[in-house]
């Protein structure tokens, strides 16, 4: 089993539906990121999580809101979708103690919106 | 202008060719850097971390200069499996900040 487990693995939604992505790990870590990753720009930092009662805006976090409702569970809303949030979605974590700050990602969330 | 900017390729090399990727960063207060390997259609994953002596894993050698803000990744005797896109990712604030990927492709 993933260490970094992303739920949907794809979705096609339309205009204007809530949308939800769940991340899980076993990893045990206390840091969880949310990334999109568009052709051309390359990933993009939405949200992370530094711990349960953390949350901190990235790069692009308009549209966007989260939810950390266990060290293990970082989850992703798209409150009212819109077609170029069009995108893969990538959930990540990291060890607080890990100085080399390497980034465990999910195998991520293919999202359309029509 | 992009914090990370790297040259996107194609880079289309034989096998056992040598391969050179750079990378430049505009925020002088980054901290530490990466280079990450994405294969098509998956997520990406830590290759190496890069520091100022420059450092090898094998086949794989990365440099850094701080002075110029700029990161390399050097690999020898390159192989089909090389084959992906090569991630320049630069750690300022506790975040990791990721440039657009060169992609790499190995010919036969």
């Known amino acids: 089993d993933a260490d970094v487990t992303q739920t949907p693995r794809n979705r096609i939604t339309k205009t204007g539906k809530r949308i939800m992505l769940e991340c899980s790990q076993t990893?045990?870590?206390?840091?969880m990121y949310w990334y999109r990753q568009d052709p051309g720009l390359g990933l993009r930092l939405i949200y992370y999580?530094?711990?349960?009662?953390?949350?901190n805006k990235g790069e692009i976090s308009d549209g966007y809101s989260v939810s950390r409702q266990a060290q293990a569970k970082f989850s992703l809303s798209l409150e009212s979708a819109i077609p170029n949030q069009t995108a893969l979605y990538f959930c990540?974590?990291?060890?607080?103690?890990?100085?080399?700050?390497?980034?465990?990602f999910g195998e991520g969330s293919r999202l359309t919106v029509l | 202008r992009k914090e990370v900017e790297q040259d996107p390729g194609p880079f289309n090399v034989p096998e056992g060719a040598t391969v050179a990727f750079n990378c430049t960063y505009s925020?002088?207060?980054?901290?530490?850097f990466f280079w990450y390997r994405q294969d098509c259609r998956k997520e990406p994953k830590l290759l190496m971390s890069?520091?100022?002596s420059g450092n090898e894993d094998g086949r794989f050698t990365a440099q850094l200069n701080r002075a110029s803000q700029y990161i390399s990744l050097l690999i020898r005797d390159s192989k089909l499996s090389d084959s992906a896109t090569y991630l320049c990712?630069?750690?300022?604030?506790?975040?990791?900040?990721f440039g657009t990927g060169t992609l790499l492709a190995v010919q036969p």
């Open positions: 990540a974590t990291s060890d607080l103690t890990d100085r080399e700050g390497e980034l465990f």
């Open positions: 990893k045990g870590h206390d840091r």
């Open positions: 999580s530094f711990d349960v009662k953390d949350i």
């Open positions: 925020n002088s207060a980054s901290q530490s």
């Open positions: 890069v520091y100022s």
């Open positions: 990712v630069v750690n300022r604030a506790n975040k990791l900040i």
